[in-house]
């Protein structure tokens, strides 16, 4: 009876001293992973190796450290057998035939989008603010270009803020390494992230901007988006590989590849992602309910919607807590 009463008082205490970090390791998964699926199966295997661990932590460096360390290592592991997520973006230049048939490539393991609900907590609101900065598409999609061990020193030096000394002792390694790894991490990530994907427009200030683009699709009024996209505005479609650049474009992809027919076949539900506003977008299926279809992220700029990544991936909903079907 006695064991039985100090398991249980291990466990709780386990579980009131680890759970606040659960949002924050999320997020350091998903930077490190391009997956909001893979993301939590890394973060249950962390909390279940600590769990494992938690009477042998001596309190040699912080809990917080120790945890990422252990989710650090979880996801080094799973990189060595994995390939990196790109965005369409990513991979070749814009197409100039909106009209003609995408290119769907389901076998690339594309970048997926993270739920804020998940890794964007609410407790601090420079921490959130922070935290949203950290895990925007375009970030997480250059973070990709980035050997594992450069990808994890660079997320746990300029985002989670640890030391050089403390991320030596989470990888195993030395300060100077550390050094060398961020020094170099650094470079190649200015290389690949354009200047004008660093900053963003809060959503706040951008409320008519987004009330248009949903009534736009909802009312299958696709031309009147034209004036909503900046001049060099992008639009992909995971898992096709095709995206286009320009108003004129997005316009001509959307009239030539979106299923809708009329008014009302299409239906948006706000969410969001990455700390961009996003939508959940449902396509009505005959004279049935709207189904699941796929994920609207929206990069905004001063000007007005600078980058739109749709994701064709249904498995996503339930991860945003958006039901498979809408009876409207």
């Excluded at 991936?313 to 807590?321: A, I, V």
Aim: charged share 25%.
């Amino acid at each position: 009876m006695t064991i039985v009463v100090r398991q249980t008082t291990i466990d709780q205490d386990f579980a009131r001293l680890t759970g606040p970090y659960r949002r924050e390791l999320y997020a350091h998964c998903y930077r490190m992973l391009g997956s909001a699926h893979d993301a939590e199966d890394l973060v249950q295997e962390t909390y279940l190796r600590a769990w494992k661990g938690y009477q042998r932590f001596e309190g040699r460096s912080s809990l917080r450290t120790w945890l990422h360390r252990i989710a650090t290592t979880a996801c080094l592991t799973a990189l060595e057998k994995r390939d990196r997520r790109p965005l369409p973006t990513n991979l070749g230049g814009p197409t100039r035939e909106p009209e003609g048939e995408p290119a769907h490539n389901p076998e690339v393991p594309w970048l997926e989008p993270m739920p804020d609900r998940l890794g964007v907590g609410d407790e601090d609101p420079g921490a959130v603010v922070a935290t949203r900065d950290s895990v925007r598409l375009a970030l997480v999609a250059a973070m990709q270009y980035l050997p594992a061990k450069q990808r994890a020193v660079l997320i746990l030096r300029e985002v989670l803020r640890f030391s050089a000394a403390e991320v030596a002792r989470i990888l195993d390694t030395t300060v100077p390494a550390v050094n060398s790894l961020l020094q170099r991490a650094r470079a190649r990530i200015d290389k690949v992230l354009p200047e004008q994907e660093k900053v963003g427009e809060p959503a706040t200030e951008q409320r008519e901007l987004l009330d248009r683009y949903v009534a736009a699709f909802e009312s299958y009024d696709i031309g009147a988006l034209i004036d909503l996209f900046t001049a060099e505005a992008t639009f992909e479609m995971p898992p096709f590989a095709t995206w286009v650049r320009g108003p004129e474009h997005i316009v001509r992809l959307i009239h030539a590849q979106c299923p809708a027919e009329e008014p009302g076949d299409l239906a948006l539900v706000p969410t969001a992602a990455n700390g961009q506003p996003a939508y959940g977008m449902y396509l009505r299926e005959s004279e049935g309910p709207h189904r699941a279809f796929g994920i609207h992220v929206l990069t905004l700029r001063p000007q007005g919607i600078g980058h739109c990544s749709v994701f064709f991936d249904t498995t996503l909903f339930p991860l945003f807590d958006l039901p498979p079907t809408l009876d409207r």
